[in-house]
C-alpha cells in the first residue's frame, strides 16, 4: 500500500497523463492495490486540495455527456407540428390564394404569436430540467487531506480515496482496497440480475468486467456491506461512460395531460374542420353567398375556434408548478407528478426526518444497575453533563468506540444520526472523543447490516484486546447469556430487559443495545463467530427524535384536506405508536407489524391497510403491498422513502417521493419528486401546489373554450338565417389574435383559491370534460352569442351603419372576455371580493395590452384600413363595458346556483 502521506506528489512519479490513465484503468483490476495506488500517486488518505483542483483540470468532472439539445431551428420548427396549427396554415393558404393578404397575414401572425410562446416555453423547460438534475445530483464520501468529506460526484478525480455502503450508487470506477460484506448490484453493465461478491482480489487482465471482483463500476449500486476504493476512471472512461457517450439523453417533456389536450386538439380539428366544410356548403348553395366571401368567412370562423394555443398555455402552466415547488423545497424530476400530486389521496411517509427533527438525542441510559435520564436535545451538548456510574460510563464509551460518527462545524453529524447522538452523549459524560480513540485504537470491524442488525469492533484496550457490539436490543439480547454488574459479570435477567426495552419504547424512544467480549490476546480481526454468542449485556440507551413542530401542522392540514396519511417506519411498534400519537395522526393511532400484515390473509389485507394509521418493522415486500393495496381500492398513494429498500415501493406509488438529504441514489432514481430539506411538510405543501396547478389547468379550459365558442355561434346564426355577419373574418382573426398570448395565458399564473386544502382529493380518473366544464361551454357560448347579436341589432335599428355595429361587436366580446376571466378565476368561491377585483400583475398587464390594442384597433385610422372598423362615441363604450359587467353579475349567479350540484362550482 501507498505510504500514508496525505498530499502525494511523489517526485519519482511523473504526472498523469489521460493517455497514462487510461492504461492504469485498463489493468487496475490485475494490480495488486497498493500498486494501483502508488501508480495513481495517492494514499489512503487521500489527496490534497490543491492535487485534487490540477487534477481536475487535467481530466475534467467526473460527469456525463448531458446529449446534445435540439437546435434552434428544430425547435422551431416543432412549434408548427400540430394538428391545430395545420388546420390554421392551410386557412392561411387559402386566404392567400384568393387574395386576401390581410386574413392571411393575421393568421400568420395568430401561428408565430403561438409559436413564439411554445419555443420560449420548451427552452425554458429544458434549462429546468437541466437545472433540477444538478440539483439532486448525486455526492460520494471522500478522503481529502486525510478527512472525510461529502462531495458532488462531478469533483471526484482519478487517485481519490472514496468510501461506500448500502444504498450508494458507486460515483466512479474504483479498484477497492477494503471491502467488508460488499457485494453490488451491476444489471446495469452486466445484465445479471444476481448482485455480484467484491473483494480486494486481483483477476486476469483480460477478465471480463462482470469478473472483476476487485473493481466497483461506475453507475452501479452498493446491495450490502461497505467497501473503500481508489478512483481508477471518470467521466466517460468509466465503464458506463463509454456506454452512455454512444446514446443521446432524451427528456420526455410530454405528461398524460398534455397527451390527452393533443388529442382533444386533433378530435376538434377534424370537428371543426367537417363543420366549417358544411357550413360553406349550405352557405354556397342554399343562401346564395359567394363562394369566396363563404369560404373566407368560414376559414376565419374555423380558425377563431381552433384553440390552439391550449398546449403551449398548459406546458406552461405545468413548469410554473414545477417552479413554485422547487421553490417550497420540492423538485419535481418527472412532469407528470405536477398533475398526479394535485390528486393524491394517502401519503405513506417514513418517520425518521421526514415527520421528525432527525435531531436524535440519548435521552435514557439504562444498566443493571439502574437508569440515568439525559437532559438537553440536538447534537450540541451544551452546559449539560452527566455524572454516570462506572457501568454507565462503561456503555457510554462503548457507544462512543462502537461508532463510525463524527461531530462537525455547526454540531452536524458525520454519518449516522444515533451514532452521533453518541458523540454527544460521551461528550456530556466527560468523555473527548478523540483521546478516547486514540487511547483505545480500532484494529478491525463488522460495519452494521440490516441483515444482521448489530455492529461490532475489535480495540486494543487497557485490559487487552476487547469487542464491543451494538444493534437492536432484541438481537444483542440473543447473543449474550450474561450482563454486566456492580461487582461484574452474572447471570443475564433477559425478561427484566425485555420490560426495560418496552418501556423505553412505550414513550416513543428508539432503543439500543451494547455487549462486550474478551477476545484472545493479539486477536487482529473479527468476525461472526466471534460475536454470536457469549458476551456480556451492558445495557441499552433509550433515543428519541422529536417530531417536527410544522410536520405536526401539516398532518392537520391533511386531515382537513380529506388526505390520510400512514406511517411505514422500521421502528419498534411501540416506538412508532408513541410518536403518531404526538404527531396527531390519530387519537389512539391502529399499529400493524409486518409479522402481523403476513398472517394477514389475502382477502382481509386491503381492509386492514385502510383502518390502520402505522406500519411497524416492515419489509420491502410490505411496502409494496401496502401501496398496491391502497391503489387497489382506488387512492392515489405518494410514498417516501430514503433507503435502497424503499425504491420497490417508490416506483409502484403515484408519486414517489425521496428524501434529498439522506436518501440513497436509488431512492431518487426510483421517485418523481425530490424533497431537498427532508420535511414532510413540504410534501403537503408540494401536494398543495399540485392541486392549484390542476385548478388553473381547468380555468385555461374553462375560459378558453366557451369564449372561442361565443364567436363561432354568432357567425354560424348569420350564415343560417341569412343576415348581415356580425363580425367580419378579419375581425374574427383579430379578435383570436391579440388574445392568444394574453387573457388566457395569464390564468396559468394563478395563485391558490382560499380553501385549496380544505377540499376533498379529486377523483383520479376525473376526465378533461367535467360536467361543470360541459355546462360552462354550452352556456357562456350562447350567452355571449345573446348578447354580442342583441347589440347588433340594435346598434343597426338605431340607424348605425354596418361597420360600426361590427365594431362594437368585436369590442363587447373582448370585453366580455375580460369579465369573463375575473369569474373564472374564482371556481369554488364568489369573485366580488377585494382581491377578485383587484386582479394580479399578470392579470392586470395582460389586460392593458388587450385594451390598448382595442383602442388602436377601434381609433386609429390605419388600423380602421385594414380591419373595416369605426371609432365609437363614450357613450357607446360605455353601454359596451356596462353588458360586460352585467355578464360578470349573471356568470356570479349561475356560480352560486351550480356549485353544490358540480362540486364546488369547478370545471
Not at 487496475?28 to 486540495?49: F, N, Q, Y
Amino acid at each position: 500500500m501507498a505510504e500514508d502521506n496525505p498530499h502525494p506528489q511523489n517526485p519519482e512519479v511523473p504526472d498523469l497523463t489521460p493517455a497514462g490513465l487510461a492504461g492504469i484503468a485498463g489493468s487496475a483490476h490485475a494490480m495488486p492495490p497498493a500498486a494501483v495506488c502508488r501508480a495513481l500517486d495517492t494514499s489512503e488518505a487521500g489527496l490534497s486540495g490543491a492535487e485534487a483542483a490540477r487534477r481536475l483540470r487535467v481530466f475534467g468532472p467526473n460527469a456525463l455527456p448531458e446529449g446534445h439539445r435540439r437546435s434552434v431551428l428544430a425547435r422551431i420548427l416543432t412549434q408548427f407540428n400540430n394538428a391545430l396549427i395545420w388546420f390554421m396554415l392551410a386557412g392561411a393558404a387559402a386566404a392567400a390564394a384568393l387574395g386576401h393578404s390581410v386574413d392571411a397575414g393575421v393568421i400568420l401572425a395568430v401561428v408565430l404569436v403561438n409559436a413564439l410562446v411554445g419555443f420560449i416555453q420548451e427552452g425554458k423547460a429544458e434549462d429546468a430540467l437541466a437545472a433540477i438534475r444538478g440539483m439532486v445530483a448525486p455526492r460520494a464520501s471522500v478522503l481529502r487531506d486525510g478527512a472525510r468529506v461529502s462531495l458532488p460526484m462531478e469533483s471526484l478525480v482519478p487517485g481519490d480515496i472514496v468510501l461506500i455502503e448500502a444504498g450508494d450508487r458507486v460515483p466512479a470506477d474504483l479498484r477497492l482496497i477494503r471491502a467488508r460484506s460488499l457485494t453490488l448490484d451491476e444489471a446495469i453493465l452486466t445484465g445479471e440480475s444476481v448482485t455480484s461478491s467484491k473483494s480486494i482480489a486481483t483477476v486476469a487482465e483480460e477478465a471480463a468486467a462482470g469478473d472483476r471482483k476487485g473493481m466497483a463500476f461506475s453507475g452501479t449500486l452498493v446491495a450490502t456491506g461497505q467497501g473503500t476504493g481508489v478512483v481508477t476512471a471518470t467521466g466517460t472512461d468509466t465503464q458506463i461512460g463509454r456506454i452512455s457517450a454512444m446514446l443521446g439523453a432524451v427528456t420526455e417533456l410530454e405528461t398524460p395531460l398534455l397527451r390527452q389536450i393533443n388529442a382533444f386538439g386533433r378530435r376538434f380539428s377534424l370537428v371543426a374542420f367537417g363543420g366549417a366544410l358544411a357550413l360553406f356548403l349550405f352557405a354556397v348553395f342554399l343562401r346564395g353567398f359567394d363562394w369566396q366571401a363563404a369560404l373566407m368567412a368560414v376559414v376565419a370562423l374555423a380558425v377563431g375556434l381552433v384553440p390552439e394555443g391550449l398546449p403551449a398555455v398548459i406546458t406552461i402552466t405545468l413548469a410554473i408548478g414545477v417552479r413554485r415547488m422547487a421553490a417550497r423545497h420540492a423538485v419535481i424530476r418527472r412532469l407528470p407528478a405536477v398533475e398526479t400530486l394535485g390528486a393524491t389521496s394517502v401519503i405513506c411517509s417514513d418517520k425518521t426526518g421526514t415527520l421528525t427533527r432527525n435531531e436524535m438525542t440519548v435521552r435514557r441510559v439504562v444498566t443493571a444497575g439502574g437508569a440515568l435520564m439525559v437532559e438537553g436535545a440536538g447534537y450540541d451538548p451544551g452546559e449539560y453533563r452527566l455524572t454516570a456510574s462506572g457501568a454507565q460510563q462503561a456503555l457510554i464509551r462503548a457507544g462512543l468506540l462502537c461508532n463510525d460518527a463524527h461531530l462537525g462545524p455547526g454540531w452536524t453529524v458525520g454519518g449516522d444520526p444515533m451514532e452521533g447522538a453518541l458523540v454527544t452523549l460521551a461528550l456530556k459524560a466527560r468523555l473527548e472523543p478523540g483521546p478516547e480513540r486514540a487511547r483505545t485504537p480500532r484494529l478491525d470491524a463488522i460495519p452494521f447490516d440490516a441483515q444482521h442488525r448489530f455492529m461490532a469492533t475489535l480495540h486494543e484496550a487497557d485490559s487487552g484486546r476487547v469487542a464491543l457490539v451494538k444493534g437492536a436490543p432484541e438481537r444483542i439480547l440473543a447473543m449474550c447469556d450474561r450482563q454486566e454488574g456492580a461487582s461484574g459479570p452474572e447471570p443475564l435477567a433477559h425478561d427484566l430487559w425485555q420490560r426495560r426495552i418496552d418501556e423505553a419504547a412505550m414513550e416513543g424512544e428508539r432503543v439500543l443495545g451494547y455487549a462486550m467480549r474478551q477476545m484472545p490476546p493479539g486477536a487482529t480481526d473479527i468476525d461472526f463467530p466471534d460475536v454470536e454468542t457469549g458476551l456480556v449485556f451492558l445495557g441499552i440507551t433509550g433515543f428519541i427524535d422529536p417530531p417536527r413542530d410544522e410536520a405536526m401542522r401539516a398532518i392537520a392540514e391533511c386531515r382537513s384536506a380529506g388526505i390520510a396519511v400512514k406511517m411505514i417506519t422500521g421502528d419498534h411498534a411501540a416506538t412508532a405508536r408513541a410518536i403518531a400519537a404526538q404527531l396527531g395522526l390519530a387519537g389512539d393511532p391502529r399499529v400493524l407489524t409486518g409479522q402481523d400484515l403476513d398472517r394477514l390473509s389475502e382477502a382481509d389485507f386491503p381492509e386492514a391497510v385502510r383502518e390502520t394509521e402505522v406500519f411497524a418493522r416492515t419489509s420491502p415486500e410490505h411496502k409494496l403491498r401496502i401501496v398496491r393495496a391502497l391503489q387497489a381500492m382506488g387512492r392515489v398513494v405518494a410514498m417516501t422513502g430514503d433507503g435502497v429498500n424503499d425504491a420497490p415501493a417508490l416506483k409502484q406509488a403515484d408519486v414517489g417521493i425521496s428524501m434529498g438529504i439522506k436518501g440513497t441514489e436509488a431512492a431518487k432514481e426510483a421517485s418523481e419528486m425530490v424533497l431537498m430539506d427532508d420535511n414532510f411538510a413540504s410534501i403537503v405543501a408540494a401536494v398543495h401546489e399540485g392541486r392549484t396547478v390542476h385548478d388553473n389547468i381547468r380555468k385555461v379550459i374553462g375560459w378558453t373554450i366557451p369564449t372561442n365558442g361565443g364567436e363561432a355561434l354568432a357567425v354560424i346564426l348569420a350564415i343560417l338565417f341569412g343576415f348581415a355577419m356580425p363580425m367580419t373574418p378579419v375581425q374574427i382573426l383579430w379578435i383570436n389574435l391579440i388574445l392568444a398570448g394574453t387573457l388566457g395565458l395569464v390564468l396559468a399564473f394563478e395563485p391558490s383559491e382560499p380553501g385549496v386544502m380544505k377540499r376533498p382529493p379529486r377523483r383520479a380518473d376525473a376526465g378533461l370534460l367535467t360536467p361543470f366544464l360541459v355546462w360552462r361551454i354550452c352556456f357562456v357560448s350562447v350567452l355571449f352569442t345573446a348578447l354580442a347579436l342583441t347589440l347588433f341589432f340594435q346598434a343597426q335599428a338605431s340607424g348605425r351603419d354596418l361597420e360600426t355595429a361590427r365594431t362594437m361587436v368585436v369590442n363587447l366580446l373582448v370585453v366580455l372576455e375580460i369579465f369573463y376571466l375575473f369569474n373564472v378565476r374564482y371556481l369554488h368561491m364568489t369573485s366580488f371580493t377585494l382581491t377578485g377585483v383587484k386582479g394580479t400583475g399578470p392579470v392586470l398587464g395582460a389586460i392593458a395590452i388587450v385594451v390598448l390594442a382595442q383602442f388602436a384597433f377601434t381609433y386609429l385610422p390605419v388600423m380602421n384600413a385594414i380591419f373595416g372598423s369605426r371609432p365609437l362615441s363614450l357613450s357607446e363604450g360605455m353601454l359596451i363595458v356596462a353588458i360586460g359587467a352585467g355578464s360578470l353579475v349573471l356568470l356570479e349567479i349561475e356560480k352560486h346556483l351550480l356549485r353544490d350540484r358540480f362540486g364546488c362550482g369547478g370545471p
